[in-house]
């Protein structure tokens, strides 16, 4: 059974850095697609970005475009989301969700077969 566990969410102020990382375990994760997504309260969950495990292909959603890197770390098996120039609209809870097949995009909600329980980030102004 595919885990994912999330890590690195924190309270930081607007303009610092944080790094979140997801662990996985359960899967032979060279043939997945990873993405990160966000739900901020009283809004609906959506994309931050997905990677193609193995490929190191990564897309972005517009909002975090040059402020954030998805990357993989095989020999660690985890996911990490390196988030710098934080913005108050920033604040959400962060998943990881995990596809066990590859797909370019990877942008919604139902491409995923797997999810992480999340992790708090609190971007303060």
């Known amino acids: 059974q595919v885990q994912l566990v999330e890590s690195g969410g924190r309270l930081v102020q607007a303009g610092g850095s944080l790094n979140l990382s997801c662990a996985a375990s359960?899967?032979?994760?060279?043939?997945?697609?990873m993405g990160w997504f966000r739900q901020a309260p009283g809004k609906e969950r959506e994309f931050v970005a997905s990677i193609l495990w193995s490929r190191g292909v990564s897309f972005y959603a517009d909002a975090v475009k040059g402020r954030f890197t998805i990357s993989s770390d095989n020999a660690k098996n985890t996911v990490n989301l390196q988030m710098n120039s934080l913005r108050p609209e920033d604040t959400a809870v962060y998943y990881c969700?995990?596809?066990?097949?590859?797909?370019?995009?990877?942008?919604?909600?139902?491409?995923?077969?797997?999810w992480g329980q999340g992790t708090q980030v609190t971007v303060s102004s």
């Open positions: 969700a995990a596809r066990s097949s590859i797909i370019y995009g990877g942008r919604r909600e139902n491409d995923y077969n797997y």
């Open positions: 359960g899967g032979t994760f060279r043939t997945y697609t």
